[in-house]
């Protein structure tokens, strides 16, 4: 830490790696020439390394070129902190961890709701599809969609999401109303491609009790948003999961097909290290989460 020189003397090194003269460098500091001449002098002897080639214009040395990013990157991350610090003036900030389209299609709808409640906590949304490993992440709490097992994790039951045809009023217009089951073997399929947590279509007919191993497939998609998107547009039907169209549904751009019931085996969870549970933030967060699970599982029967 002796080698660590007064923050004016780095301001002035990091601006002046973006200047070619003293005389602009001083201009954006507000200082005069000799003064940044004199700082620059004054940092190359403390670190004992020169930093500047000097003649008509300025240029970097090898090592003031490898120094200048590292410099610029703490200003930076200072200026953010101290900006994001003084934004909150007193809330607390919760990151939040869940998959990208729970946190699109069913969070953040009723992020605003929680706001009006706690208007002192300030959520930061953090989206990845993989396993959350608390150690390796700033994250505060996850939502997770599986089957319960997460050990060492303080987890809790949310609600558990229906799975059902859903279909555009343009396709169904092209094609019919179906009337039974059976009669979506006829129509294009959307499915929701790779390993998943969630039933396909062949599970569906199953259930139902139909036996079939040829299925009139339209396109497949790596993503539960593409496809809930390919059938906004008419391109197939889609088994989706409630809790992923609950939008589209109350305004009329998907119809929901037959009234099956078919529970999804796998729910969603919230997750967080033993003994956060009950940090007063987090514990605001859990009571309003509970209270918007209950009445999405009661939506969802």
């Known amino acids: 830490m002796r080698d660590l020189p007064p923050t004016a003397t780095l301001r002035a090194f990091e601006v002046a790696t973006r200047h070619t003269t003293f005389t602009s460098a001083a201009a954006e500091l507000f200082i005069t020439q000799s003064a940044v001449s004199h700082q620059l002098k004054n940092l190359e002897e403390i670190w004992g390394l020169q930093l500047f080639q000097r003649g008509k214009t300025l240029s970097l040395t ?4 490898a120094l200048a990013p590292l410099v610029r990157e703490f200003f930076s991350k200072l200026e953010t902190t101290l900006a994001d610090l003084r934004e909150q003036k007193g809330r607390v900030r919760l990151r939040v ?4 389209s729970f946190a699109l299609k069913w969070l953040l709808p009723r992020l605003p709701g929680l706001a009006r409640l706690h208007p002192e906590i300030l959520v930061t949304l953090e989206s990845t599809d993989k396993a959350i490993n608390f150690a390796s992440t700033e994250s505060d709490v996850a939502i997770r969609f599986g089957h319960g097992n997460y050990p060492a994790l303080h987890t809790e039951f949310m609600f558990r999401e229906q799975l059902f045809p859903v279909a555009s009023p343009a396709l169904l217009q092209r094609y019919g109303t179906p009337s039974e089951p059976a009669e979506l073997l006829r129509y294009p399929l959307l499915t929701r491609d790779g390993a998943d947590l969630v039933p396909k279509w062949d599970v569906w007919f199953k259930l139902v009790g139909i036996n079939t191993e040829v299925l009139h497939e339209s396109v497949r998609f790596a993503d539960t948003n593409m496809t809930i998107e ?3 547009l008419g391109q197939g039907i889609a088994l989706a999961r409630s809790g ?4 589209e549904i109350g305004e009329g751009t998907l119809v929901r097909l037959f009234e099956v019931p078919f529970p999804s085996p796998a729910a969603y969870y919230f997750v967080c290290p033993q003994g956060t549970e009950t940090q007063p933030h987090i514990v605001k967060f859990r ?3 509970q209270t918007e699970s209950l ?3 009661c939506n969802y029967r």
């Open 230 to 232: 390919a059938a906004l």
């Open 287 to 289: 009571n309003w989460l």
């Open 62 to 65: 090898p090592a003031g070129a």
């Open 244 to 247: 992923h169209v609950e939008k």
């Open 97 to 100: 961890n869940t998959t990208y």
């Open 295 to 297: 009445q999405a599982q």
